[in-house]
T-cell receptor, first 115, second 117 residues
Framework: ETGVTQTPRHLVMGMTNKKSLKCEQH?????MYWYKQSAKKPLELMFV???????ENNSVPSRFSPECPNSSHLFLHLHTLQPEDSALYLC??????????????FGQGTRLTVV | AQTVTQSQPEMSVQEAETVTLSCTYD???????LFWYKQPPSRQMILVIR??????QNATENRFSVNFQKAAKSFSLKISDSQLGDAAMYFC??????????????FGKGMKLTVNP
């Protein structure tokens, strides 16, 4: 198994749909992240979970709702999205605490298209 | 706020030659980390190399090396003996060195590298 696994790889949804993105990490890390990657823009951090507690919400609209039931799993629940939310959504994990944080390890992303 | 700038959106290099990707950043912190990530068509972000700001020695990783100029806030990546598999988007990233807590990465816009056979 790869270190960070995201499902689905591709998702097309209508603006009235509800869907969820899933991320699972097999690295024993205790922090997980959602990033949004849009065309021609830098990656934008959306949410950070540290020891299952949300530590950062980067002014993300409420139509994106994260959930972190344990340190290995992270979800992003989507509802009533807009076409401009179409992007690649990347999950990452890292180990924090102690003398040094590790670098972030990324999944392969979910390509989301909102129609 | 910290910012990362990659001014070249695209570059190309001949196979087996050397190419240098540029990155500048802005921060008021004295202790931080800098990274180069590679994103091939598979879309997975892969760490290429990492540099701690407190280290004067430039990081190297096989064919990949950096030129870290702290005073100039410059962090370029040199790829030697370029291979076809090096073709990808390359992202420069910054992170504060805050011990004990998660810390977000600040990314540049990326640069597309093409390797010509």
């Amino acid at each position: 198994e790869t270190g960070v696994t995201q499902t689905p790889r591709h998702l097309v949804m209508g603006m009235t749909n509800k869907k969820s993105l899933k991320c699972e990490q097999h690295l024993g890390h205790n922090a997980m992240y959602w990033y949004k990657q849009s065309a021609k823009k830098p990656l934008e951090l959306m949410f950070v979970y540290n020891f299952k507690e949300q530590t950062e919400n980067n002014s993300v609209p409420s139509r994106f709702s994260p959930e972190c039931p344990n340190s290995s799993h992270l979800f992003l629940h989507l509802h009533t999205l807009q076409p401009e939310d179409s992007a690649l959504y990347l999950c990452a994990s890292s180990q924090v605490g102690g003398a040094m944080n590790t670098e972030a390890f990324f999944g392969q992303g979910t390509r989301l298209t909102v129609v | 706020a910290q910012t990362v700038t990659q001014s070249q959106p695209e570059m190309s290099v001949q196979e087996a030659e050397t190419v240098t990707l540029s990155c500048t950043y802005d921060t008021s912190e004295s202790d931080y980390y800098l990274f180069w990530y590679k994103q091939p068509p598979s879309r997975q972000m892969i760490l290429v190399i990492r540099q701690e700001a407190y280290k004067q020695q430039n990081a190297t990783e096989n064919r990949f090396s950096v030129n870290f100029q702290k005073a100039a806030k410059s962090f370029s990546l040199k790829i030697s003996d370029s291979q076809l598999g090096d073709a990808a988007m390359y992202f420069c990233a910054y992170r504060r060195a805050r011990k004990g807590g998660s810390e977000k990465l600040v990314f540049g816009k990326g640069m597309k590298l093409t390797v010509n056979p």
